[in-house]
């Protein structure tokens, strides 16, 4: 539910001057002003807020989307890996059975150490004979491949399950913890949580955005005191 100070974008020229055009922002934004106190980071966080004006209306399912695999694909992802263990067992079972490729198979480790040792000529590329060779020590954990394929997907399909549970409530949720860090991150450089200039400075971080939204002041200290989770 975190954002990280670096997973978090600068904020374009414009945006700053627009804040501190609003009614009362650049004294609010002057009185929060420590000498230890990263303004950077400050603007950052009044960014990241405002770009999340819109959560209200949310397209939850991004939230516990991948980037470059759709939701849909997710979903269905589990039951696409307890089929490949089924098609490994399978295959497995049926080299053993045939003629061809059970009798290969039974013979291959002795057939490729003499290839690698005395490099004969074979059809097997040399360095897949010595992959083959080398792996041998892996054998047991190997074998357990498709049983590790379906512990896969059972662990896959309860996190997305998970997640898609908390999903509609996660956009409020990372709002909230994006506004108890700001207030958190002044009271630790300044001394004071500072709400009345922190509201000043979110709505018009809000403002030079577009939006109209206003923050309440007495809403803002009793969710911070509520639900913060630094509160003693």
Not at 149 to 165: I, M, N, P, Q, S
Not at 181 to 197: N, S
Request: proline residues 7%.
């Amino acid at each position: 539910m975190w954002l990280k100070h670096h997973e978090i974008g600068d904020p374009p020229p414009s945006f700053r001057k627009d804040v501190l055009r609003y009614l009362g922002a650049k004294k609010a934004f002057a009185t929060i002003t420590d000498p230890g106190l990263n303004e950077e980071l400050i603007w950052k966080w009044l960014w990241e807020l405002a770009r999340r004006v819109d959560d209200s209306k949310p397209q939850t399912s991004q939230w516990y989307s991948l980037p470059g695999l759709p939701l849909h694909t997710l979903r269905r992802f589990p039951k696409q890996v307890r089929n490949w263990a089924i098609t490994i067992e399978n295959l497995s079972h049926e080299m053993q059975l045939g003629d061809a490729y059970g009798r290969t198979a039974s013979s291959l480790p002795t057939f490729l150490e003499s290839q690698v040792r005395y490099g004969l000529t074979t059809v097997v590329p040399d360095a897949l004979a010595r992959r083959v060779l080398e792996a041998r020590t892996d054998l047991p954990t190997l074998i357990e491949l498709p049983k590790l394929l379906r512990l896969y997907a059972d662990c896959l399909e309860a996190v997305c399950k998970f997640t898609a549970h908390h999903a509609p409530r996660a956009p409020a949720r990372f709002r909230g913890n994006l506004e108890f860090a700001l207030i958190e991150y002044v009271k630790r450089m300044t001394g004071k949580p500072h709400f009345p200039q922190i509201v000043t400075l979110l709505t018009a971080a809000y403002y030079a955005v577009g939006s109209a939204e206003i923050v309440d002041g007495r809403n803002l200290s009793a969710e911070y005191r509520r639900h913060s989770p630094w509160r003693q």
